[in-house]
């Protein structure tokens, strides 16, 4: 489902009314190709504050990263079977963790590391997180829908040719800088 952009403001965008299920179809397709290219396909942008579970690889190291801004940590535990740990730490304790509110870190204070490096689904966060839509997207996502949306016919077409002018639809979407921008600024950081 579309989260970027509503359905509303790609109306008002294009100057367009109607063609509900139309555009709403483009704008998941299109959205989902942005996901795609910001690294964000298991983790897609979310509109809503909501409650998270997460359940990492151990890391051997103090930090740990979760997929959306951290507004605040309900549970850590650490194990196997979350119903029987091997450690809980309490995230209202600043001699155990910290985080910060809009952060995606969660940091051991105790001297503690979360887990071996690679030790399977052995940290298990119970977290709320904060909306994660990038504004610079909105953007890129309606310029893109109003190419594909007013282009619609012309899908075999190669080439424009207006007057003099000539352009090159089939890179319509991977040259259009706004669009670049946007999926530079929000591409997900691989951590190795």
């Known amino acids: 489902m579309a989260d970027l952009v509503t359905l509303a403001d790609a109306q008002s965008y294009l100057g367009v009314s109607g063609n509900d ?22 983790t897609p942008f979310k509109a809503a504050a909501t409650t998270q579970t997460e359940v990492h690889d151990g890391t051997g190291g103090a930090s740990l990263f979760m997929d959306y801004p951290i507004a605040s940590v309900a549970s850590i535990k650490l194990g196997y079977d979350s119903a029987d740990p091997d450690d809980t730490l309490d995230p209202t304790d600043v001699d155990e963790v ?13 001297g503690g590391v979360f887990g071996r490096v690679g030790q399977a689904r052995y940290v298990h966060i119970v977290y709320n997180h904060q909306a994660d839509l990038p504004a610079n997207a909105q953007l890129a996502i309606k310029r893109v829908l109003g190419q594909v949306f007013f282009q619609r016919g012309s899908e075999d077409a190669k080439y424009e040719n207006i007057g003099g002018y000539v352009h090159n639809l089939s890179h319509l979407i991977a040259e259009d800088p706004i669009w670049k921008s946007a999926v530079g600024a929000n591409q997900r950081m691989v951590m190795a």
């Open 98 to 110: 910290t985080f910060a509110v809009g952060s995606r870190e969660i940091r051991r204070t105790d």
């Open 21 to 42: 299920a139309l555009l709403t179809a483009l704008l998941n397709e299109i959205e989902s190709l942005f996901e795609a290219e910001c690294g964000r396909i298991g």
